[in-house]
């Protein structure tokens, strides 16, 4: 849609965001808390799955303000989703401050439609304890047309723009099916990684002795180069850090400890046969 590529490519808006995103990181220090919000703990983003309370309660209230009666489990749909609302935009604003500029741009509007809907709920509420029903409905109307604005550039960033999706997936699909070689085992020096091509795709590798791990390097954020990245612990609960935003994966099985990112680093089934290390597709 042109409106949406002009919103990607609208560079006046990095003046803003840029400013924001400092406020953002600054705001929300402590590791456990940005793993928390970040989705970490749970495997994929949290904040999708946290949206879908405040959204649920408002359509809910939406439905309930057409029909007869019901005014009061709508005021409670109301303060149930505008408090919902609270956790859902905190995690939101962390994914975003840790996104690339194309994406803050359309991030950041969306996260103003969805801020102006929030605040015409919390209107909407104030206008029903005060027993103005028509006011509170016709605000909370309002608000849900300004949430489905925001919803539907939310859609945008995950859908066309790939915020939040593990961008290393793919690479996983462009491995050979059949147990391919990748180099010699004592060609990889032991306790630290290795970036080996195999056809386009670099391969991440890590040896303890005869053992070997193998992730896909492209960071699952944002495409960053594992390779690149700091080796911090030992043996095999070594971990690998993103030198992009930090992410950490533990490098004998791709397991996230710390984000932005949510997903495992994807890994590759691999073997050693008569010195040579080979890989496969999962
Ligand atoms: S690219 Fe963002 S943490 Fe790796």
Known sequence: MPIL???????ALDGVSDKLQSVVTAAVRPQRLRDVLHGTWLGHPLHPVLVQLPIGAFLSTAILDLLPGGRKAATTLVTAGVAAAVPAIAA???????LTRDRRRVGLVH????AIAVGLYASSLVARLRGKTSTGKALGFAGLTVAGAGAYLGGHLSFAQGAATNHAAPDLDRLPEEWTEVCSLASVPERRTVVRLVGDVPVLLYRIGDRVSALVERCGHETGPLGEGEVTGEGWNACVVCPWHGSTFRLSDGAVMHGPAANN?????VRVDRGRIEI???
């Open 280 to 282: 496969r597709q999962p």
């Open 265 to 269: 680093q994807p890994l590759i089934p």
């Open 111 to 114: 996260a103003g439609a969805n």
């Open 5 to 11: 590529n002009r919103l990607e490519e609208a560079r």
């Open 92 to 98: 939101g604003w962390l994914d975003w401050s840790q």
